[in-house]
């Protein structure tokens, strides 16, 4: 189904209601629709890794910031257009206090993808993405308030440190710790969407955080770039980077979400530490030792295993 006809999402509302549900019906079954919801998130994983390993390319002619410039500007150009109805609507309508709220999502986004960024220029894509995993990994656990959970914590810890301590040499420093910050960004990232939910249904949210934070982040992006983002090449390349490693997976995460409970979806995002360690290593050449990929399986456990004893919120009722 596309993403623009999401039940609740970018415009969503607006319309008669029947003929609406009508044209829901006959994309589900044109598009994403008879696609299984766990093959949607692996595709989504595999394109946002796919995407990030395209971005690592870049990182010998580009700064890291201004990757993350073009990915969130593409983000906020088609994202934005698919919501332009729903944007409206929140700009027209919403407090103060809820554009603030989402103004921290936007910003706690393109710090996020700052981060992360950074850390990719310095350490291998599958450390990071494991190191990142962290900050879900706590929020997750003190939603679930459960004190069996202290031994996920654990193992989740004895992974990242395994990591961290590298394998035939110690990895950087910086390229860790910018990790742990993107790992943060994403735990607040998680809190202030659950926070603005009701405000800002569907995807909505997400894209007036995309264009927050674009324009954040814009200004150290065409700084660091220089002229190099005159360059049509690469940014057809920064291009493809944001449609693989944001438009792309949040459309299919978001259709998978919207189809399935949420703690399956949790156990299968687990997966992506994985999945990035071998796009690194497919893609990128990039080698680990058998104690990263120890580690790496230490923490998708610890993210399957906590995700694991849920329980679901109550669904709401149909209108």
């Known amino acids: 189904m596309a993403l623009s006809e999401a039940p609740g999402s970018f415009g969503g509302a607006s319309g008669p209601a029947r003929p609406s549900r009508a044209r829901a019906r006959s994309s589900r079954t044109l598009s994403l629709g008879s696609v299984p919801p766990p093959a949607l998130i692996l595709l989504g994983i595999v394109s946002l890794q796919v995407g990030a390993g395209l971005a690592k390319h ?18 906020a150009i088609v994202l934005g257009f698919l919501a332009r109805k729903a944007l409206r609507t929140v700009l027209r309508d919403h407090s103060r206090s809820s554009l603030a709220i989402a103004a921290g999502f936007g910003l706690a986004l393109a710090l996020m993808n700052f981060s992360i ?30 004190p069996r959970d202290v031994l996920w914590v654990v193992l989740a810890g004895a992974g990242v440190v395994l990591l961290a301590r590298g394998g035939n040499g110690a990895l950087d420093p910086v390229g860790i710790a910018f990790a742990l910050l993107a790992g943060v960004c994403w735990a607040g990232y998680i809190l202030l969407t659950a926070a603005t939910g009701k405000r800002f249904p569907g995807s909505t949210g997400l894209a007036l955080a995309s264009v927050v934070g674009t324009v954040a982040i814009l200004p150290l992006g065409v700084a660091s770039a220089g002229t190099a983002l005159l360059d049509p090449r690469l940014l057809l390349i920064g291009l493809g ?3 693989l490693s944001s438009v792309i997976p ?13 703690r399956v979806f949790g156990i299968l995002m687990s997966l992506e530490p994985a999945v990035a360690a071998l796009v690194g290593t497919a893609l990128l050449g990039e080698i680990l030792t058998a104690r990263q990929w120890a580690a790496i399986c230490c923490v998708i456990v610890a993210c399957a295993g906590a995700t694991r004893g849920q329980k679901e919120p109550p669904e709401a009722p149909e209108a």
């Open 250 to 262: 949040y459309s299919l995460e978001l259709e998978a979400l919207r189809r399935m409970p949420a």
């Open 58 to 75: 870049l990182f010998d002619r580009l700064p890291p910031s201004a990757v993350v410039t073009m990915r969130l500007l593409t983000s």
């Open 117 to 146: 960024y950074q850390s990719f220029s310095r350490i291998p894509l599958g450390v990071a993405v494991t190191i990142e995993f962290l900050g879900p990994l706590l929020v997750s656990i003190a939603a679930s308030r459960r």
């Open 241 to 243: 980077v944001g449609l």
